[in-house]
């Protein structure tokens, strides 16, 4: 059911839960299923407009162990439509 005056959708969730990763040699310790941005109709950029930070325990390989760190991952509360990319 699409709302009134609704343009793009906030909860495009991630079809099962995942772990996250920063790129380098770190992966979380639990899963989540993690929210993105959806589109918008025409040449409109659907982007996060309301977001949070959570803190989360990771998985880290250095210097030939494994370490437990904390680190902040960027969440995605709600998306908005603008008229320009």
């Keep these: 059911m699409r709302r009134r005056n ?3 959708r906030a ?3 991630a079809s099962c839960p995942q772990h996250y990763t920063d790129g ?11 929210k993105y941005c959806g ?5 409109r ?5 309301l977001s949070t930070t959570l803190t989360l325990p ?8 494994w370490t437990t760190r904390t680190k902040d991952v960027m ?8 008229p320009e990319c």
């Design 24 to 34: 380098a040699n770190c992966t979380s310790v639990t899963q989540h299923t993690p």
């Design 58 to 65: 990771f998985h880290c390989f250095e210097d030939g162990a």
């Design 39 to 43: 589109s918008c109709p025409g040449r």
């Design 45 to 49: 950029c659907c982007f996060p407009a």
């Design 6 to 8: 609704h343009l793009c």
């Design 75 to 82: 969440s995605i509360v709600r998306c908005r439509c603008k």
């Design 11 to 13: 909860t495009v969730r």
